[in-house]
């Protein structure tokens, strides 16, 4: 308990930084999870809304993995940037995701995007992850982006 009331929450540059990391997730998730709603709200296949947000939320990760692991590549070979990209934090990314389908089923009753459900859902899924973000850089000194 000690532990996390010494852990220091203040640092501005490390803050700083894993908005940068979150921002990044958050890009490489939303590709992958708004691209899976907008189509099945444009082809109207009759899926459940909770099939529509796992399949979205799947390849929310999967696209975040890919962005991931292309921005890494300038810093290591592919094989490992792919580990690197793939051992990140999946409990950033399934919060991320979480926080953006449920906010899209709280607003919209569904799975269905339009322009004012997709900032709140963007915002969420910024917020929900980032101090989860801050702590694993700040404890750990890595990061999605680094």
Not at 119 to 128: E, K, S, W
């Amino acid at each position: 308990m000690n532990d996390i009331i010494a852990f220091n929450w203040q640092d501005r540059d490390t803050w700083n930084k894993s908005a940068y990391n979150t921002l990044w997730c958050l890009i490489g998730c939303s590709i992958g999870d708004l691209g899976t709603i907008y189509y099945f709200q444009v082809t109207g296949i009759p899926w459940t809304t909770m099939s529509i947000m796992l399949l979205a939320m799947f390849n929310g990760i999967l696209t975040s993995i890919i962005l991931e692991t292309i921005i890494l590549l300038k810093q290591m070979t592919f094989v490992i940037a792919l580990k690197t990209a793939m051992g990140m934090s999946l409990i950033s990314m399934i919060s991320m995701e979480l926080a953006m389908n449920l906010v899209d089923v709280i607003i919209t009753g569904g799975a269905r995007l339009n322009f004012y459900v997709v900032p709140i859902m963007l915002i969420a899924g910024f917020i929900t992850p980032w101090p989860y973000n801050y702590w694993r850089l700040k404890k750990f000194g890595s990061g999605c982006c680094n």
